[in-house]
């Protein structure tokens, strides 16, 4: 996995554009001055690229002496990233690195499912121009998908999969969808980045493709079925993780009741 996980880049009419570590996030939010639109992106990336793992404590004195900026900046980044659900803000607690719980994952995939199949069946209804159209660029989309594999970027990877998802919901062409999307997406790439391994979702890349197929011959039935497919694998990979980490903890646990019995 790439642990030292930096904005990726494309470029865009000539120009360098950089792309945030999780998809869904804004690169840089409004609300933030470039000062602390550059500490928010590095927090973004230490979360995505698991320096910073869920449950840990995000210390406003700590932060704001590793970024040379006040606690009230570090305040106001750290309620940005609240309002994405990447961090929880506990009263009188601080801040902490979110860690979707079980319940709330599966009510993610719930709701995450709802929105895309309009999504899918808004894409497979156009007209046949318009579908190639946007099945080509989907198709560009999965190659970039396919090189983070093979360059073993585990955080670009889960990027680029929220990301193909993001896209087909822009080129669908409804906004308020897009924005409903983002919030889950985003907070789906953390849990998938903390609870999945290498090679759990790689075949999310044949998944998108045959979609893509389904898109592009106008079938609405087997788009919808091809979509439920594949965020249920999705969901069951992490939920796998979630129940595998459980299952660790009782196993060291009930070593260390063993040996003190």
Not at 64 to 83: D, H, K, M, P, T
Not at 104 to 118: G, H, P, T
Request: aromatic share 2%.
């Amino acid at each position: 996995m790439a642990e030292n996980a930096k904005p990726k880049r494309r470029r865009s009419a000539g120009a360098v554009v950089e792309e945030p570590a999780l998809a869904g996030l804004e690169l840089r939010p409004p609300g933030l001055t470039p000062v602390e639109q550059e500490a928010y992106r590095k927090l973004i990336d230490a979360i995505a690229a698991r320096r910073l793992l869920p449950g840990v404590k995000l210390v406003e004195e700590d932060l704001a002496g590793i970024f040379g900026v006040s606690r009230e900046r570090i305040r106001r980044i750290l309620l940005v990233l609240s309002q994405h659900d990447i961090v929880r803000l506990e009263p009188n607690r601080g801040a902490y690195v979110a860690r979707p719980t079980y319940a709330e994952c599966q009510d993610a995939f719930e709701a995450r499912l709802l929105i895309e199949r309009n999504v899918v069946r808004a894409l497979a209804s156009m007209g046949p121009a318009r579908r190639r159209m946007i099945v080509s660029h989907l198709r560009r989309h999965i190659g970039a998908e396919s090189e983070a594999i093979a360059a073993g970027d585990r955080v670009a990877e889960i990027r680029l999969s929220g990301e193909f998802h993001l896209k087909m919901a822009a080129l669908a062409g409804n906004q308020r969808l897009l924005r409903m999307l983002q919030d889950i997406v985003a907070q789906m790439s953390l849990a998938l980045a903390a609870h999945t391994h290498a090679h759990d979702l790689d075949c999310s890349i044949s998944e998108h493709a045959e979609l893509l197929d389904a898109i592009d011959a106008g079938d609405l039935d087997r788009a919808d079925h091809l979509l439920a497919h594949h965020l249920e694998h999705m969901e069951a990979a992490l939920l796998h993780g979630m129940h595998g980490e459980e299952d660790s903890l009782a196993a060291a646990l009930g070593e260390i009741r063993s040996g003190n019995a």
